[in-house]
């Protein structure tokens, strides 16, 4: 199955993040929705293999970020493909603690809210846990949200394996088959001439061939050779 339909349905992007004792993590996600006005609540979707599941399930708070549009691809690389088993994706982002005491993430955020769970539903591979809002506030003024949609298209992001949107084999159309692209064996970013990377400086229309050797994936800094030619 293809899954071409449900890559209609609209998303924003979010880091949620959590906390257990002094430690903090948090992570992209895609799944947030508001669910009730009085009391505001808001669902978020977790995939049970990560860290953050597993931080909001002992203590039940979490946070949620909502991105800026310009937010760029080795920041969201780093919530998004990088797991807080292995760094501490807090040490160089500019964050602030609530009520709760859990991380607020404040680098590239518009606005945030601050939740205690009131449920949690096992969905399988994920759960959905679903909080108060306790507290909110405005980071930023007249800037866009980032869209799932801007992500996937403009700036040629993917979806990591844990996330509920994630598709294994993408459907591609015979025009975008016949462009040279090549991805990342990593963490999935596929590199397209056809937009290039702004980002690193690379113009459009720059074959992967032609990258210098000095490049790396703008989501998750790996070598250039870290990458094979899609078919």
């Not at 909001?56 to 807080?84: H, R, Y």
Request: net charge positive.
């Amino acid at each position: 199955m293809e899954k071409r339909a449900l890559q209609q349905i609209n998303y924003g992007i979010y880091i949620v993040s959590s906390k257990n004792g002094a430690k903090y993590n948090g992570q992209i996600v895609n799944s947030v929705f508001q669910v009730t006005s009085e009391p505001a609540a808001v669902a978020v979707c977790i995939n049970k293999s990560n860290l953050t599941y597993e931080f909001i399930s002992q203590s039940k708070v979490f946070t949620v970020s909502v991105l800026e549009k310009n937010a760029p691809m080795l920041f969201l690389g780093k919530f998004g493909f990088k797991s807080g088993r292995d760094i501490d994706k807090f040490a160089e982002t500019k964050y602030l603690l609530g009520k709760t005491g859990a991380p607020v993430v404040t680098d590239w955020s518009l606005a945030y809210f601050e939740c205690e769970v009131l449920s949690q539903t096992d969905a399988g591979t994920h759960a959905i846990f679903v909080g108060k809002v306790i507290a909110e506030g405005i980071l930023q003024e007249d800037k866009e949200p980032l869209t799932y949609d801007y992500y996937r298209l403009i700036k040629k992001g993917k979806s990591p394996k844990a996330a509920p949107s994630y598709v294994a084999n993408t459907f591609q159309t015979e025009e975008k088959k016949a462009a040279a692209k090549f991805k990342c064996k990593v963490c999935g970013y596929e590199y397209s001439p056809e937009t290039g990377d702004a980002e690193s400086g690379i113009n459009t229309g720059t074959a992967f061939e032609s990258l210098p050797q000095s490049w790396k994936c703008p989501v998750c800094k790996v070598d250039k050779n870290n990458f094979e030619k899609e078919n």
